[in-house]
Structures are given as structure tokens and as C-alpha cells.
């Protein structure tokens, strides 16, 4: 079955744990309202240890599907089975907006900084408990946004069970914060009074990046459920403008999220478009393994929000079902780690195992130095670093910007210039992005260099300037 090409744009749901993001994207995508007691959330959440306890711990995705006149689309009767309700709602959607459910909780930070670099979201939406006031974790989660330069909006909930000197408290915080020299925007408050020309207006404003609308809502009683779900049917895609992806008319290349075996299916892999487009039966290549190579694979399906399409395009979740091109060959869950792409086989592509990057350290406790090792994110990769040289001060602290030379620890990765990484360590935040990568010629003239007499390698270095 193939639909037309509709409009999409994807939120990401942040902030504190227990503040309400899973029963919030359970109520705006299922229509009905929450029981106080953790109903609507159950029908977001993928495992069973999340509803016994709560708590997401995997990135969920939902969706919440418009028709031409902006009005949401339910289907008859809510089906568990998500194949079944997802087809339902894209069938008769014009646009549709896919929710990611992130973790609240520190514990899951990765996780959460995962869903926020790799899965390359429009907008977030930083849910804070009008209970609760602004956490350490809200801010953190602001402070990633701010460096991704992901345009937020602010969801105060539960404001029906909020005391009033609690809740007021909360939204002069709010607004202090975001009128702070390190964010500097301008806040929009709107409540259930607001006219909805009012939030169009805002909305179409917001991938400028300038403002941040506070919505006040009750999942429970409903109030001002109306106005965010108008404000998220207007906000503009931004694909054009972000510089995380490239045209549709550049070679493709599609990052690897996750990877699943369907029974009479074989390997399906999930994840994001992020240059060019693919087609049925298109060719190519898969990798690098932990060998720095690339298999030929072709692409059998491609399933779209959950319905089968004949082509996926840059900017879009897709899930592609492959089978190896070469006769014989074999493909299954064990040839995958994690920070594999798709890439189109014109590119050539070169892993890389040592890189330069500018980087800021937002926060570290003590100072780093020469050998100092923590995880990096960039893009869908996600594995250990170390620090080979620092080009500018003896030791990195808290504050400082410089260029650093890394180096990964296990398996050589696909990279690009000015991707954005972030590092990560405990408490721990560096962000960047890659300025420079060094190929494995680099590398071994670099160690014939320093195998040589100390008054060749000066000669030599004379030859190269």
C-alpha cells in the first residue's frame, strides 16, 4: 500500500521524572483523558518492568495524525496492536507528528541524550511538574536542547492538584529562566482563555528559535489540552533548515537505530533517514563492523509509521527490511553494533579512528588531561573515547573551549565533519563537533615520523609546510 508523501515533524517529550511525559503523549495521541492513577500512560508504555513501576526507560514513540482543516484524527475504537491503530491514523491524516517518549529519570540520561542526538527531533517539550518546580534535571535537559539548538516549549502539568504559591512560584522560575543572559527569549503564557489565532501566530514563529511558548494543561481534567494540541498540529517541519541532514538529492545514507529479526521476514533495521532517499530494491552497503568494512545488502521493504511504502526520504523514521546482495551470504542480528549506517555505495565511505573536534566543557568536577576517556554521542554512534591531545591548554576545566584530538576505543566509525558530538561521563558534559578526521594514511605517516631521528622528522615536518 503506498500513501502519499505527508507532512511530518517530530517532538521530543523531556524532563524530570514523575512530571507527567508518559501520560501526557498517552492522552494528547489516544484522545481520552487520564484517571490520576497512571491509565494513560500505560498504553505508551514498550515494556512490562515500565508499567509496573512507571518509569520510562526506552525511547516510546506515539503518533497524533491532522486532517486538512488541522483537526486530530482518532481512529473508531483504540487498538492495542499499534500496526492496526498507526495504519488507522495515517490513512486519514494530512500530517503527522510523531511524539518521542524520552526517560525523566538520571539514571536513563543516556538514553535520553540518545533519543536527542540521534533521532534529530524539531522541537522538544519540556514537561515540568506545576507541583514540583524546575529540578536540576529539568535544566539539564534544557541546557542539551539549548546546545542541540532544538526550539523548546515549555508544558506546565498537572495544575489541577498544583497549590497556588507552588504553582506560581514554578511559572516565575520558568520565566526567570528562560530570560536568563545564558537563554535570552522571550516567554509566551498561554492558559485555556487563549484564542487559538493567537497560538498559530506563535507557532509559526517558533522555528526561528527565538521564542518559548509555557502551556498549562491538566491530563486529568482536560484544561488547556485543547490549546497544546493546536499549537502541535501548527509548528513548521524544519528539515530544510537543519543542518543535521542533507537534501534528498544527496547520496543516501540512513543511520541505524535498531535492529529486529521478524519471523518470515528476516533482519529489519529502524531508523533515520538522514541524506538522500531509498527505494525498493535499492543497493546498499551496511557497516562498518568492527573489521572497518561495509557488506552489500539490498533493501526488500520500507514501512513508514507503520504501513508499507514504496520510498523513504530525508528527514523520515523508516524501517527497512534487508537481505544480503551477494548470493551465499548471510546476514543476521550478530553481524550489527551499535553506530551502523546504510550508505549509498557511490560514496565510498572510510571509517575513521581518530578525529579532531572543538569542544566546550560545559561542566567537569576537576580537570582532564592527556588519556582521559568517557562515552561520546554523535549521531547514532555511541562508544568510548580518549583524549590524545589537547592543543591549546595543558588541562581542560569547567568552561574551557578548545581542540582536542580523539580517539575510539573499540571499533573505527563513519563520521563527518562538523557533525555535532556530545561526551559524556557521570556529571560530566562536553559538547562540540568534529573539525578535522584523520584517515589511516594520516595515521601510519604520523608513525613513521616518529619512528625516525629527531632531526629527520624536523626536515620532514619543513617539507610539509
Known amino acids: ?60 514513540q506515539e503518533i497524533m495524525g491532522f486532517d486538512d482543516n488541522l483537526k486530530q484524527v482518532l481512529p473508531e475504537r483504540f487498538n492495542q496492536n499499534k500496526n492496526k491503530y498507526w495504519s488507522l491514523v495515517v490513512e486519514k491524516s494530512k500530517k503527522i507528528v510523531t511524539f518521542l517518549d524520552l526517560c525523566g529519570h538520571e539514571k536513563y540520561l543516556k538514553t535520553t541524550i540518545f533519543g536527542l542526538v540521534a533521532m534529530i527531533p524539531d522541537y522538544s517539550l519540556i514537561i515540568v511538574g506545576a507541583n514540583m518546580g524546575v529540578s536540576k534535571m529539568t535544566r539539564e535537559h534544557l541546557g542539551v536542547s539549548l546546545f542541540l539548538k532544538i526550539p523548546f516549549a515549555i508544558v506546565l502539568t498537572k495544575i489541577d492538584i498544583a497549590p497556588q504559591n507552588v504553582y506560581n512560584e514554578t511559572i516565575e522560575n520558568i520565566k526567570g ?217 595543558e588541562v581542560l576545566r569547567t568552561g574551557d573551549v578548545d581542540t582536542v584530538r580523539l580517539r575510539f576505543l573499540y571499533a573505527a566509525e563513519y563520521l563527518k565533519t562538523e557533525q555535532i558530538l556530545v561526551i559524556r561521563e557521570g556529571r560530566t558534559k562536553i559538547f562540540g563537533y568534529i573539525s578535522k578526521l584523520i584517515t589511516d594514511k594520516q595515521l601510519e605517516d604520523e608513525k613513521k615520523v616518529q619512528g625516525m631521528p629527531q632531526q629527520q622528522q624536523q626536515q620532514q615536518q619543513i617539507q610539509q609546510v
Not at 25 to 53: C, M, P, S
Not at 265 to 276: D, K, Q
Open 1 to 60: 500500500m503506498q500513501v502519499q508523501r505527508q507532512e511530518h515533524s517530530k517532538l521530543a517529550i523531556i524532563g524530570n521524572v514523575d512530571s507527567g511525559k508518559s501520560t501526557l503523549v498517552g492522552v494528547l495521541t489516544k484522545g481520552i483523558l487520564d484517571d490520576g492513577r497512571g491509565g494513560a500512560r500505560e498504553r505508551v508504555f514498550n515494556y512490562k518492568h515500565e508499567k509496573e513501576n512507571g518509569r520510562t526507560s526506552s525511547v516510546a
Open 177 to 393: 529562566l528562560i530570560r536568563s543572559p545564558a537563554i535570552k527569549r522571550t516567554a509566551v503564557v498561554f492558559d485555556e482563555k487563549t484564542g487559538m489565532d493567537e497560538i498559530d501566530k506563535w507557532a509559526a514563529l517558533m522555528h526561528g528559535n527565538n521564542v518559548v511558548p509555557i502551556f498549562q494543561v491538566s491530563s486529568v481534567t482536560g484544561i488547556g489540552l485543547q490549546q497544546l494540541a493546536r499549537f502541535i498540529s501548527r509548528v513548521p517541519n524544519r528539515d530544510e533548515i537543519n543542518k543535521a541532514y542533507q537534501t534528498v538529492n544527496d547520496p543516501f545514507q540512513f543511520d541505524i537505530q535498531e535492529n529486529f529479526n521478524v519471523p518470515g521476514v528476516g533482519v529489519v533495521v529502524s531508523g533515520i533517514v538522514r541524506s538522500g532517499k531509498a527505494g525498493l530494491n535499492q543497493h546498499a552497503l551496511l557497516g562498518p563492523d568492527k573489521g572497518k568494512t561495509f557488506k552489500p545488502v539490498t533493501i526488500k521493504s520500507i514501512h513508514i509509521n507503520r504501513v508499507s511504502v514504496e520510498s523513504a526520504q530525508v528527514g523520515e523514521f523508516a524501517c527497512f527490511a534487508l537481505k544480503p546482495s551477494k548470493a551465499g551470504d548471510k546476514l543476521d542480528r550478530a553481524d550489527f553494533r551499535k553506530g551502523m549506517i546504510l550508505i549509498d555505495p557511490a560514496v565510498k565511505p572510510e571509517p575513521v579512528l581518530e578525529f579532531e573536534a572543538n569542544i566546550h566543557v560545559l561542566h567537569h568536577p576537576t580537570t582532564m588531561s592527556h588519556g582521559y576517556q568517557a562515552v561520546m554521542h554523535c549521531g547514532v554512534i555511541r562508544q568510548a573515547v580518549e583524549m590524545k591531545k589537547i592543543f591549546q591548554h
